[in-house]
């Protein structure tokens, strides 16, 4: 009992979605700020935005990327626009995005030009042979696939700017974003989008556009999206931990998702997941000390939150 009340879920119905807005430090400055309200008012855009697909019955594909498209067009977070600087002052962009139903995937790592990529990411799963595209051929594959390419100043915000100067490689760099969703078919998705770490070094790729690491999707167990120091999510291969404890050892979504974040801080990482089951279960653990998080479902209604 005390277990199950430690290793909260939350019954999202027989369709919903969850969206993160990453892990990280507790910026004091930003504490019930202005910017704090725009951040939870980004985050209920994006979990309506989804919602309002899967209502219609729409695919949690569809959904997933809807809502993380809207928080990567956000300036806010560390994804699209407002995406953390690299060692060099620019900006490589990761995203990736999974099917449940099929273990069809798609990722981009290291664009620089492409305004939404979890869109380049969907649209490697759907048109090409291939999982995954990096570097500026992934960029001229988003042109040829008519996604809409930004000026390199397009990224760039102050805020992120002023980050970089201060030479803060946070591990956590607020901000990265992620989807999962449950759909009225019964079908898993997830999607994660990401700038990456603050200071980076350039072609740094982080777990966000690796598939099983920072994203995963499996209609048989669950979908998760990941934020945090992303070279711990890639070494606990985190994110298909999870759906393999519950598939190999019946664990509950929470306590998978709990015990692989207890590793992960064992190892000296940080950060945390939003993990959805076929159930509709919900967990969003985070050993950080925040994690920017919501949700909606058939069951429950839109909430976000940023602190424990
Ligand atoms: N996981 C991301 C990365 O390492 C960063 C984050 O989630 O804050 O690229």
Redesign the pocket.
């Known amino acids: 009992m005390i277990a199950a009340r430690r290793h909260a879920t939350l019954a999202l119905g027989r369709f919903g979605l969850a969206v993160h807005g990453?892990?990280?430090t507790i910026e004091r400055a930003d504490m019930g700020g202005p910017r704090e309200a725009r951040q939870r008012a980004a985050l209920a855009r994006a979990l309506t935005a989804g919602y309002a697909l899967l209502r219609e019955g729409a695919s949690a594909l569809d959904a997933v990327a809807a809502a993380v498209l809207v928080l990567e067009d956000s300036p806010l977070f560390?994804a699209g626009r407002g995406a953390a600087f690299n060692a060099d002052g620019r900006h490589e962009l990761?995203a990736a995005i999974a099917d449940g139903a099929t273990l069809a995937a798609g990722s981009v790592a290291a664009l620089r030009r492409a305004r939404n990529p979890v869109l380049v990411a969907r649209a490697v799963m759907q048109h090409t042979p291939h999982v995954m595209l990096a570097g500026p051929a992934a960029d001229r594959f988003a042109r040829r696939r008519g996604l809409a390419l930004m000026p390199a100043a397009y990224f760039a915000t102050a805020h992120r700017r002023r980050a970089w100067l201060r030479g803060r490689v946070d591990?956590?760099?607020?901000?990265?974003v992620g989807a999962v969703a449950l759909d009225r078919a019964g079908n898993l998705a997830a999607a994660?989008s990401?700038?990456?770490?603050t200071g980076?070094l350039a072609g740094r790729?982080?777990?966000?556009p690796i598939v099983g690491a920072?994203v995963y999707a499996d209609n048989s167990t669950c979908a998760v999206s990941?934020?945090?120091?992303?070279?711990y999510?890639i070494r606990t291969v985190a994110a298909h931990d999870i759906a393999a404890r519950m598939r190999y050892r019946g664990e509950s979504l929470a306590e998978a998702a709990h015990a692989v974040l207890a590793r992960i801080a064992r190892l000296g990482g940080a950060?945390g997941v939003i993990a959805l089951d076929r159930r509709g279960r919900l967990a969003m653990p985070f050993n950080s000390a925040l994690m920017y998080r919501g949700s909606v479902g058939e069951r429950a209604r839109l909430s976000v939150a940023i602190y424990r």
């Not at 591990?171 to 990265?176: C, D, N, S, V, Y």
């Not at 990401?194 to 770490?197: A, H, N, V």
């Not at 790729?205 to 966000?208: C, F, I, N």
């Open positions: 990453g892990a990280g560390n990761d591990g956590g760099g607020h901000g990265t994660t990401t700038g990456g770490t980076k790729v982080g777990d966000s920072g990941a934020t945090g120091t992303g070279e999510f950060g």
